[in-house]
């Protein structure tokens, strides 16, 4: 049956699309092909039960008579229905043609081209007729409808009949349209009607499912709600009405059996049941493990073995010495204390009798801690120095070697109102000059302490630095004050010294007049005013910032100064012979930073500026930075370079003395730290002592020995040799300067509390 | 260039675990860790780095040796550790469904039982590591054999300590391997001498213990375990070795009755069990369970023997004791040739350790314990060094050589009670006469106070320490009944060089009772320490002394003067004007004081002598003082030149140097004091 139904569903595509080319003959003959085909329909369905192959064989041998069986099949008064509408088109036909033959449906006109053209009559729409999918469709293939555009139809049916144009809306309406768009607005024309394509509802409703890609079909639901086949109530009465089987009432023989195995077992003592544990299995079995008696191994370097106990003192005794008994303060003080921090868990206590001691009550937890410790604490392997702790001492040179340094004050120069900025000795040592807060520079006698000469340079600027000529003619004073260097020869010297000095000051007068034209110098030489003239001012100087510091060249030609403030002309060189000043580095960014100090090297054409945080050595005689050095300090107060030239000291505001080898490295060679404030000034003795100090803001003055070695191989040494405490600290400030005796090892220092002092 | 190293790869990175790390990687929980690390004896590091260690990350952490923990990953009690825990999973099952039945035989036939055995050999592969580690053994196990049971700690835990406690007590005495003891306020202190190795461990006094509750049990019984284990084939091989049997035969009676270490009866092995004793275990347990068999009928035997014969234990020692002088060793002489020259002559061994020591310097004595005095410790220390006629009153349990107090043998009693006052002596004669009378009266007690019984020796129980502490027997007058009695030191402290030794009398020259009466005149009468510089002016107050105040500062001065000499020389060339020196103008200002006092004496008429004796003084302290400061300065310039690692190095040691000094010093001073007022209070009576 089954094969036979596929068969006829097969044959009948097959048909539906034979159908268009169906001639009309075929058509005619279809009835009476039906007709003959009923009777045998009925008989075959009688034999189609019994044998299917004989109906096989029909269909095998009749294909179009099975075609109609099929249609007879379907519909079970295929006789009346179809004859019916075969008659009534029939009879159309005949009404149109009225010829009894088939070919008198047809109608026969002359086309155009002169032959004959049938015209077939309109089909009735049965159910059999079967051309409903065709419906009245464009014949004008892929022609665009733009052709037709000039024409009042859109092309032709089926029959050659013309399409005609559905009539265009007005204008109103078309803008209507292009305003309001319709329902189901294509913006496509039907080819078929040449109407717009709007679609339908249900049109839109399947387009949207399909854009979803859901089921198009009405009504489908994916998701129906399960039907439980199974449900979980308890049927009342048994689904199946099989009886119990005997084997769920009688016991198993093959467990039987087991069973009776194991009580044979028992029965024999093979099993014994509920063995009781023995006392013995509890406790471990003891046996000769050593018995092989391996020698002891040596210890792993991680191993490390717990730490005995140590064993009891004295003072834990029964009955000690009386001298280990606590005192009622010490009692208080064991009492008072957490038992954490006790440094033994118990007080010793004296007891007459053996009879009298009474048991210790924190035996278990003392254990209990030992048991703690045994597996939490960490253990670590330290190496206990035996050793005497005065062989760590260092060996130093005895003091008695090291002398003579200077020790103990031994003059005071008061006179300074205000801070004493600066402290300068001749080179003679003979006299010494300082600089002020107060505007004066005054000279003092070494010795003696008495103010010989005092000149008051300015009334609201300060002295900030005063330095002697270092050359055995010549004694010249170089002070800072302002923004002006005076260059003076005090009148306390012999003279004919006095005017030697005078003549090295004054004879680069006409020098300056020749070079200085019509580019600003950075410094201005000019004679003083009469006021200084007389006091032995030869020649100021004027740049364009407050001066800090000068320093001398060895030579006693050149001197450098310092005005921080000034960006790009900080650092100035000025020239007494030619009376000519320069400005080597032009740019800020050249120095990398505001320079503090300035130094000539003692004999060689080099250049120390230290900026807040680095040293850098300029060769002058090729013009480029050589070397930087850097101290690791982080602001830069005063440096000073060995009278050798291969060292340097280095003070910082953050408390540091470094020492500088410059063969070593850029890095200091010892940091030294022992003052508690900045320290404001370092010195080199000059004179051939070995030594050095520092000067800080918590007032006092730190001597140290530097002694350099000739062999390369040996690095300095450094003792530190004194504390000289003496200055007051006057609002914060302590010393701010330092100077060497040029000959002796005597030292003098400059305070905020306005005196200088000399040590030695 | 060298490779570029990666971090976290080598190193302390690698080589430490912090402990959640462990715990996490052994996958077992906390508790389980720390039992097993108690077993194993894996303990903390202190990474050299601990940021490397931790990964950079700085958070305080516990580190472990990854190694170690390597090694926990195949241990077998770990595993037993997982089989315990499906057990528990089984057990907790079974008692929620209320299969009672089912519980208990899971309990009885299916909990996994942790076996240390492999433990053992692994932490201590040669015998002698064993008994290295035995102090702590030793101390905790002593501790649970004097612990009442409780919930947490089962009385089957307790009766094995207190076995193994006994055990090892008759192995010492049998070795004579006590070396010393010492009655601390805490308990009484052992040491041992074993294969070579000094044990120590301490007893606790017989008290009913103080159980704390902040006491984690858990732990302390997880060591227990280890260490039951641990003493078990430690005493085990002692025991092999001395040719006894292990475990040595119990008496349970007589433990009830409280006869302490003779509840327990060594015996020797036979020849045969001699061959088997390598083997060990099985042989011993099937000997044990078929000695348990007939222990019904053994201890009837006993019980008929003990009327005869003092004490099984004591005979099968001196059997011993035989043995050992047939075993031991034989004086080698060597033999003078005919021209002269001799061989060399090698050392030999000695019997008694410690040279001069003796391990049976009780042997001829017959000692009894009075009622009040503690039975186990005399006991164990009397029979540890020969004694073996020990006898105590009936009350201190079972097991004495006699319980007659009057027995005439009895050459030496131990009382730890004042003497009876006006009771007459009892000859020790006549009270055994009247002993028959005196038991049919059932007077112990009377005869109690009858007073001392004549011929014998009483002692307080210190004098059995202080003798074995000494090596000999020291002559008992000091410790006689009622007297007091002298201190008892710890025989551990060696007093060293610059410690304080209490034996050493005080130096007791004049000055520094004078230094001390000083101190006393002191409202406070606090300890402070003196210094020599300070000593100079307190000196004055005392007329008698000056005169050799006088010598010792003027030693002094000539010490300090040259120095001083060169400094004002140097003054004097350098600056005359140098007048403000605080120093310098001091001593100038004190020259010109004197100067004008010397004047005004001069007007006066009076000589100067005095105040002259007292410049020549103060001048004396000044100097000193400089001295003393130059000292400093020096110092502090040496300091300064050290690297910042030595400085704190030399200053750590010099802090603990000074520790000990003050330390002595506290001692000496205080020492010093209670003389003096000893022999103020001697002077008083006098």
């Known amino acids: 049956m089954a094969t036979k139904a596929g068969s006829r569903k097969r044959s009948r595509t097959a048909l539906e699309a034979d159908k268009p080319v169906l001639s009309s003959d075929d058509e005619f003959e279809i009835p009476e092909i039906n007709g003959h085909e009923s009777s045998e329909d009925e008989d075959g369905f009688s034999t189609a039960d019994e044998g299917s192959d004989e109906s096989e064989e029909l269909s095998d041998a009749e294909g179009s008579e099975d075609d109609d069986e099929i249609d007879s099949d379907e519909i079970p008064s295929d006789d009346d229905i179809s004859h019916k509408p075969n008659g009534v088109t029939n009879g159309d036909l005949l009404d149109q043609e009225d010829a009894p033959n088939p070919e008198d449906n047809v109608k026969v006109v002359t086309g155009a081209d002169g032959n004959p053209r049938y015209i077939y009559p309109e089909i009735d729409p049965v159910y059999d007729s079967d051309d409903t999918d065709a419906e009245e469709f464009n014949t004008i293939g892929n022609i665009p409808l733009e052709y037709y555009e000039n024409y009042p139809h859109v092309g032709y049916d089926i029959n050659g009949k013309r399409i005609m144009r559905p009539a265009a809306g007005k204008a109103l309406d078309t803008l209507l349209n292009s305003i309001e768009l319709p329902k189901g607005w294509t913006g496509l024309i039907d080819k078929n009607s040449g109407a717009a394509l709007n679609l339908t509802e249900e049109e839109l409703e399947i387009v949207k499912k399909l854009q979803r890609s859901e089921i198009t079909e009405d009504g489908y639901d994916p998701y129906p709600d399960m039907v439980e086949y199974f449900t979980n109530t308890v049927e009342q009465m048994p689904l199946s009405s099989a009886p119990e089987p005997k084997r769920r009432f009688i016991p198993s023989k093959h467990e039987q059996k087991r069973v009776m195995k194991i009580v044979k077992g028992i029965r024999e003592g093979r099993i014994v049941l509920r063995k009781p544990q023995s006392e013995a299995a509890d406790q471990p079995e003891f046996y000769d493990i050593w018995a092989d008696d391996a020698p002891p191994k040596a210890d792993h370097v991680m191993n490390i073995p717990a730490p005995k106990l140590p064993p009891p003192t004295h003072d834990e005794s029964y009955n000690p010495p009386p001298e280990y008994l606590p005192n009622e303060k010490e009692k208080k003080e064991w009492e008072e204390l957490d038992p954490e921090d006790r440094e033994k868990n118990y007080l010793p206590r004296s007891h007459k009798a053996l009879r009298l001691v009474p048991g210790f009550n924190g035996f278990v937890n003392e254990r209990f801690e030992r048991c703690l410790d045994l597996y939490l604490a960490p253990r670590v392997r330290r190496n206990k120095l035996n050793i005497d702790p005065a062989s760590l001492l260092p060996k130093l040179p005895s003091p008695e070697d090291l002398k003579p340094f200077p020790t103990t004050c031994a003059a005071i120069y008061r006179g300074h109102e205000g801070r004493v900025r600066s402290v300068s000795a001749d080179p003679t040592g003979v006299w010494v000059a300082t600089g002020g807060d107060d505007g004066t520079i005054r000279v003092w006698e070494i010795l003696t302490g008495r103010q010989v000469w005092k000149l008051k340079a300015s009334s609201d600027e300060a002295v900030d630095s005063v330095t002697w000529r270092p050359t055995a003619e010549g004694r010249i004073l170089a002070a800072a004050c302002g923004n002006e260097i005076l260059l003076v020869v005090p009148p306390i010297f012999d003279p004919e010294e006095e005017s030697h000095s005078k003549e090295i000051l004054s004879g680069g007068f006409g020098y300056a007049a020749n070079n200085q034209g019509g580019k600003e110098a950075p410094g201005k030489w000019s004679k003083p005013d009469s006021g200084l003239d007389e006091e032995g001012v030869v020649v100021t100087i004027t740049v364009r910032k407050t001066v800090k510091y000068i320093a001398w060249h060895r030579r006693g030609d050149y001197l450098v100064t310092v005005s921080p403030d000034d960006v790009r002309r900080a650092v100035c060189i000025h020239r007494l012979s030619t009376h000519l000043s320069q400005t080597p580095f032009k740019e800020k960014s050249v120095t990398k930073g505001i320079p503090q100090r300035v130094q000539f090297h003692p004999s060689k054409p080099l250049l120390f500026v230290a900026t807040k945080r680095y040293i850098r050595i300029y060769d002058l005689a090729k013009a480029e930075l050589s070397k930087t050095l850097k101290p690791g300090a982080r602001w830069i107060s005063s440096i000073d370079i060995h009278p050798q030239g291969d060292n340097l000291i280095v003070g910082s505001y953050d408390k540091r003395l470094l020492w500088h080898d410059l063969d070593l490295s850029t890095k200091p060679y010892r940091t030294l730290r022992y003052h508690d404030k900045g320290i404001r000034a370092v010195a080199f003795h000059r004179g051939g002592f070995p030594l050095f100090c520092s000067s800080s803001d918590d007032g006092t003055v730190q001597v140290f020995h530097g002694r350099i070695y000739s062999d390369l191989m040996e690095n300095a040494l450094i003792v530190p040799l004194k504390v000289l405490k003496g200055h007051r600290i006057t609002s914060h400030l302590g010393v701010l300067d330092v100077d060497w005796h040029p000959k002796q090892p005597w030292l003098f220092s400059a305070g905020a509390d306005g005196t200088a002092r000399l040590w030695n | ?686």
């Open chain 2, 1 to 686: 260039m060298g490779k570029i190293k990666k971090k976290g790869v080598a190193g302390n990175a690698r080589n430490f675990i912090t402990r959640t790390q462990a715990v996490r990687k052994l996958q077992i929980s906390l508790p389980d860790f720390r039992r097993l690390c108690i077993f194993k004896g894996i303990y903390p590091r202190e990474p050299r780095n601990k940021k490397k260690a931790n990964k950079g990350s700085t958070a305080p952490a516990t580190f472990y040796y990854t190694k170690d923990i390597q090694y926990l990953l195949h241990e077998p009690v770990l595993q037993k550790f997982r089989e315990h825990k499906t057990f528990s999973k089984k057990l907790t099952k079974a008692l929620g469904r209320g299969d009672f039945s089912d519980a208990k035989r899971l309990e009885d036939l299916h909990k996994p039982r942790i076996k240390l055995d492999h433990i053992i050999k692994e932490r201590y592969p040669a015998f002698t590591d064993a008994i290295r580690d035995l102090d702590d053994a030793l101390s905790t196990v002593f501790l649970f054999a004097n612990l009442p049971s409780n919930r947490e700690i089962p009385a089957k835990t307790i009766e094995t300590c207190a076995r193994l406690a006994h055990e090892f007590q008759h192995l010492v005495i049998r070795k004579r391997a006590l070396r010393r003891s010492f009655l601390s306020i805490k308990g009484v202190y052992y040491q041992a001498e074993i294969q070579g190795q000094d044990v120590l461990w301490l007893v606790p006094y017989k008290f009913a213990q103080n159980v704390p509750v902040d006491v984690d049990f858990r732990i302390m019984l997880t060591f227990l375990d280890f260490y039951t284990t641990l003493l078990g084939f430690v005493l085990f091989r002692l025991y092999t070795l001395e040719g006894l049997v292990y475990p040595p035969r119990f008496d349970k009676a007589l433990d009830d009755k409280g006869a302490g270490l003779k509840a327990f009866v060594l015996e020797g092995k036979k020849v045969g069990q001699l061959e088997d004793a390598t083997r060990g275990a099985v042989v011993a347990t099937k000997d044990v369970s078929r000695q348990l068999e007939t222990l019904g009928d053994k201890i009837k035997e006993i019980q008929e023997e003990e009327e005869d014969s003092a004490a099984a234990a004591v005979v099968v020692a001196t059997e011993g004791e035989n043995a050992q002088v047939n075993e031991g060793l034989d004086k080698f002489t060597a033999i003078q040739s005919k021209d002269g020259t001799t061989a060399d002559i090698l050392q030999q061994p000695n019997g008694d350790i410690d040279g001069n020591r003796s391990t049976s310097m009780f042997s001829d004595f017959t000692i009894h314990l009075s009622r009040e005095t503690p039975r186990e410790p005399l006991e164990f220390l009397l029979r540890s060094f020969g004694c073996k006629r020990i006898g105590w009153d009936a009350v201190l349990g079972e097991g004495s050589f006699t319980t007659d107090d009057r027995d005439p043998s009895i050459t030496h009693q131990i009382v730890d009670r004042p003497p009876m006052v006006g009771l007459p002596p009892v000859p020790a004669a006549a009270a055994t006469t009247k002993n028959g009378e005196d038991t049919e009266m059932g007077g112990t007690a009377a005869s109690g106070q009858r007073g001392k019984v004549l011929g014998r020796i009483y002692v307080q129980p210190q004098y059995i320490w202080d003798c074995v502490n000494a090596g000999k027997v020291l002559r008992p007058d000091a410790y006689a009944q009622g007297a007091e009695l002298p201190p008892h030191l710890s025989p551990w402290v060696q007093a060293k060089d610059g410690e304080y030794d209490p034996t050493a009398p005080v130096a007791d020259n004049e000055e520094s009772e004078e230094e001390e009466e000083e101190e006393v005149e002191d409202a406070n009468g606090d300890v402070k320490m003196v210094t020599n510089g300070g000593e100079g002016v307190d000196g004055n107050s005392d007329g008698d002394d000056d005169g050799e105040e006088d010598e010792w500062g003027g030693m002094a001065t000539e010490l300090a003067g040259e120095g001083e000499e060169d400094d004002d020389e140097e003054e004097d060339g350098s600056a005359g004007a140098a007048q403000s020196d605080a120093e310098a103008s001091d001593d100038d200002e004190s020259a010109q004081l004197q100067h004008q006092r010397e004047l005004e004496a001069e007007a006066a008429g009076v000589s100067y002598t005095a105040d002259k004796k007292k410049s020549t003084k103060s001048e004396a302290k000044k100097k000193l003082e400089k001295q003393q400061k130059a000292r400093e300065e020096e110092l502090d310039r040496q300091k300064a030149m050290m690297t910042k690692k030595k400085r704190k190095l030399y200053e750590r040691m010099e802090y603990g140097n000074k520790k000990k000094q003050d330390e002595k010093e506290r001692l000496e001073s205080k020492k010093r004091k209670i003389e003096r007022e000893k022999s103020k209070t001697r002077k008083a009576r006098d």
